[in-house]
């Protein structure tokens, strides 16, 4: 019996630390953890619920792939192209994505947490539910991107621009850092979390709507021309 076991868990061990396929094509359920796969052209690649955990995609073409309920945890996505994914529900925590292009990207209730997006572009990205919390997000673009429902709790938007951004309903800024973060034109009446003092940081314009009990500051600290 005690044979027995020892057996089982041994297969069970030899199973856990069986190796990422790095060589394997693209495919769904692909594992590549951890895996180089730096300045490849992959795009339009059929990657729904792969193992991309810590995948060093650098410089890559993921332009039009399929990364739907992906797991690309720590994934690093420096300069890489996502622009028109499809990657409603994946884990994009932790990654390292300066100047990552996500533009057109429909990433519906993914997961952003903890990331580092600096300079991202989100333009007309679709991230409807999805989660940025903690997520270092200074000068990204979101202008056009719909962002329903979008938590941005205790997030870095320095610098960020949302104007011309799209939603209904709730997005949450709960503790989120506003400073010189683009606002101009939006209806944020519904946001949830909006502070007095995350105003006065920002940068809105008389086409700004704002929470009941929040006051536009007399003077945006943007000058329309600012960069």
């Not at 396929?21 to 059929?46: F, H, I, T, V």
């Not at 993921?62 to 945890?73: I, V, Y």
């Not at 100047?99 to 007309?124: K, M, N, W």
């Amino acid at each position: 019996m005690v044979a027995c076991l020892f057996a089982v868990a041994a297969s069970g061990l030899a199973h856990t630390a069986e190796a990422a396929d790095c060589k394997s094509l693209p495919g769904p359920g692909a594992d590549w953890r951890e895996c180089n796969k730096r300045q490849l052209m992959l795009g339009g690649s059929d990657l729904k619920g792969s193992n991309l955990v810590d995948t060093d995609f650098a410089s890559t073409d993921l332009s039009g792939a399929d990364l739907t309920a992906a797991n690309l945890e720590k994934a690093t996505l420096v300069r890489a192209s996502l622009a028109g994914a499809k990657a409603g529900k994946a884990n994009f925590s932790r990654v390292e994505a300066y100047r990552g292009d996500f533009s057109g990207i429909s990433a519906e209730s993914a997961l952003f947490v903890s990331s580092e997006l600096q300079r991202a572009d989100f333009t007309g990205a679709r991230l409807t539910g999805a989660d940025f919390e903690k997520a270092e997000l200074g000068r990204a673009n979101f202008h056009k991107a719909v962002l329903t429902g979008t938590r941005f709790s205790v997030a870095n938007l320095s610098r960020a621009d949302l104007s011309g951004a799209i939603f209904e309903g709730p997005i949450d800024f709960d503790r989120a850092f506003l400073f010189l973060t683009r606002m101009e034109g939006l209806d944020l009446s519904a946001a949830k979390g909006l502070t007095q003092d995350q105003i006065d940081l920002a940068c809105g314009d008389a086409a700004t709507k704002l929470p009941a009990g929040i006051t536009a500051p007399t003077k945006w600290p943007c000058p329309p021309d600012d960069d």
